[in-house]
T-cell receptor
């Protein structure tokens, strides 16, 4: 079946550090891939998306590239800020319903 | 920017009672969803709804659950006889055609 695996958290970084959150997926066909972010006390917000192989999604300095050969969609940011502290969810579009990874908590310290 | 709104933000209910969670999707969206997130666990799909009927449901969505779009704006999730394990954050989402889903801020359901 379809599934998404994310790296365990929490990830603790200092401000301006480089961020990578790993995400791999298992799916039939070629699903769309997403990163959602959940700030404390809030709902899920779409961060970025990619709909086909080699697409790069980007938003607010975050990037992720849809890699079909490695079935991955790793999230990266060159320089994190304290305001990026949140839980990040990788997800795939499975016949229009989303399958989520377990989420990775990011804590950025000043 | 239009958003999905959910009420209440927190619902406390006695075990065995019925509960209705309410959602107002974005007005021109056609596809509606409910997800839940048990504390510390992943977000899980419950049900999708389109054209006034359920289009897909997960194994979690058993006979205790039902959804309804009673008018042109609301989308509700009813749990008929709540159990302790129904305690979770419930998220509503809506979508226009093939665009990404937009989520509400969720309702935290606590079963005592």
């Amino acid at each position: 079946g379809n599934s998404v695996t994310q790296m365990e958290g929490p990830v603790t970084l200092s401000e301006e550090a480089f961020l990578t959150i790993n995400c791999t997926y298992t799916a039939t066909g070629y699903p769309s891939l997403f990163w959602y972010v959940q700030y404390p006390g809030e709902g899920l917000q779409l961060l970025l998306k990619a709909t086909k192989a080699d697409d790069k999604g980007s938003n607010k300095g975050f990037e992720a590239t849809y890699r079909k050969e490695t079935t991955s969609f790793h999230l990266e940011k060159g320089s994190v800020q304290v305001s990026d502290s949140a839980v990040y969810f990788c997800a795939l579009d499975r016949r229009r319903a989303l399958t989520f990874g377990s989420g990775t908590r990011l804590q950025v310290q000043p | 920017e239009p958003e999905v709104t959910q009420t209440p933000s927190h619902q406390v209910t006695q075990m065995g009672q019925e509960v209705i969670l309410r959602c107002v999707p974005i007005s021109n969206h056609l596809y509606f969803y409910w997800y839940r997130q048990i504390l510390g666990q992943k977000v899980e799909f419950l049900v999708s709804f389109y054209n006034n009927e359920i289009s897909e449901k997960s194994e979690i969505f058993d006979d205790q659950f039902s959804v309804e779009r009673p008018d042109g704006s609301n989308f509700t999730l009813k749990i008929r006889s709540t159990k302790l394990e129904d305690s979770a954050m419930y998220f509503c989402a809506s979508r226009w055609e093939d665009q990404p889903q937009h989520f509400g801020d969720g309702t935290r359901l606590s079963i005592l």
